[in-house]
Nanobody, 115 residues
Framework: QVQLVESGGGLVQPGGSLRLSCTASGKISSIYVMKWYRQTPGLERELVAVITSGGSTNYADSVMGRFTISRDNAKNTVYLQMNSLKPEDTAVYYC?????????WGQGTQVTVSS
């Protein structure tokens, strides 16, 4: 089994920044894909960013140029640096990991962008 624990959410004003972290523990393989999703009430979960084991990244159009996904393999941690935040970025953000033993989700962390 694999456990994913997120942190770093909170309340921030429009234009501000936050950094989310997701740390994996358990039966972690050396090759895995990590993703960040977000979800607002009444809407489907949206893929925000992806990072592969080789470090390749991909982003949703809505966050391109503002968000950056990165990883520290030594710490089994993936980050989501969020800059120039907008009220429409308000959501619960979920970490998702694709491992050889299966796909796992974190518990989610709330991000609220409001003045």
């Amino acid at each position: 089994q694999v456990q994913l624990v997120e942190s770093g959410g909170g309340l921030v004003q429009p234009g501000g920044s936050l950094r989310l972290s997701c740390t994996a523990s358990g039966k972690i393989s050396s090759i895995y894909v990590m993703k960040w999703y977000r979800q607002t009430p009444g809407l489907e979960r949206e893929l925000v960013a992806v990072i592969t084991s080789g470090g390749s990244t991909n982003y949703a159009d809505s966050v391109m140029g503002r968000f950056t996904i990165s990883r520290d393999n030594a710490k089994n941690t993936v980050y989501l640096q969020m800059n120039s935040l907008k009220p429409e970025d308000t959501a619960v953000y979920y970490c998702n990991g694709v491992f050889t033993v299966g796909t796992y989700w974190g518990q989610g962390t709330q991000v609220t962008v409001s003045s």
